[in-house]
């Protein structure tokens, strides 16, 4: 098997949720030119939509675009219909949200909201993608740091990425034998809009860059390439692992 084969995405079509802004829109951008056919899904901001779909024009792949709100019954319904008949290679999800807030002012309905996305969300979509997927497809799914160590001000986005972790290992063992593969990508701090939350955020981006070997952020095109070779033929032998791409932060005090 050529080196080139195994890396190819040619006559592959992938769901992105999340994959009109930010790391998912690298990732989408990323596998169109990879030659895959991308659906990006998305719940707001039709401007961003339009964006992608401009980019992507001169790729070797395409890219469509499905606006649905995961969280709501009608979303997910109009995520069926979009996908009726339809064959998928795989699913990259990086829809997610957040509450940035120490747990004593977090109140049970941000609790909600934030759970309803970044973990119910994916299990209600996996139900419908499941029947979808052919044998050889991959399941990608986004994490952090958060999931496995304390960050100021992120318990809620970090313990349901947690139980989103959790999940996508039972779903790994569940769907092997299925010849599915599922693999947990967990980028470190990357620049993207969902930092303008964050209380303090250039002080705290300037930490982590200050103790990060690398010297830099990881780049949301890093981010991409990974998600790529996990939906790529080469990473065959990888289930239910978690991939760790942040420069190296996590190896030092």
């Known amino acids: 098997m050529s080196m080139e084969y195994l ?3 040619r ?19 990323r596998f169109a030119e990879a030659g895959a056919a991308v659906v990006a899904n998305y719940a707001h901001n039709e401007e961003a939509a339009l964006e992608l779909l401009r980019l992507a024009e001169p790729m070797e792949g395409t890219v469509d675009v499905c606006r649905a709100d ?25 829809a997610a949200t957040g509450v940035h807030l120490p747990i004593s002012k977090l109140r049970a309905r ?21 029947p979808l997927l052919s044998a050889g497809s991959s399941i990608v799914v986004l994490s952090s740091s958060g999931a496995v160590r304390a960050v100021q001000d992120y318990a809620l986005i970090g313990s349901s990425k947690g139980a989103l972790e959790s999940f996508s290992r039972h779903l ?24 303008d939350a964050v209380p303090d955020r250039e002080s705290r981006l300037e930490k982590t860059i200050t103790r990060t070997p690398l010297g830099r952020l990881v780049t949301v095109e890093e981010v991409a390439a990974a998600a790529h070779f996990l939906c790529s033929d080469a990473s065959s032998g990888f289930i239910g692992h978690r991939l760790v791409l942040d420069g190296g932060a996590g190896i030092v005090e």
């Not at 009608?74 to 990086?94: D, N």
């Not at 909600?112 to 993608?129: G, H, P």
């Not at 034998?177 to 930092?195: D, F």
């Open 7 to 9: 890396f190819s995405l």
């Open 11 to 29: 006559d592959k079509k992938y769901l992105v949720t999340g994959g009109t802004r930010g790391i998912g829109r690298a990732v989408t951008l």
């Open 70 to 94: 995961l969280t709501t019954p009608k979303g997910l319904a109009c995520l069926a219909e979009h996908f009726q008949g339809v064959s998928l290679s795989g699913l990259v999800h990086c």
């Open 110 to 130: 941000q609790f909600d909201w934030v759970y309803s996305l970044n973990i119910r969300a994916f299990f209600e979509l996996i139900q419908i993608v499941i």
């Open 172 to 195: 790994a063992a569940e769907l092997a034998p299925e010849k599915i593969r599922v693999n947990i990508l967990c980028p470190g701090s990357v620049k993207t809009e969902s930092w």
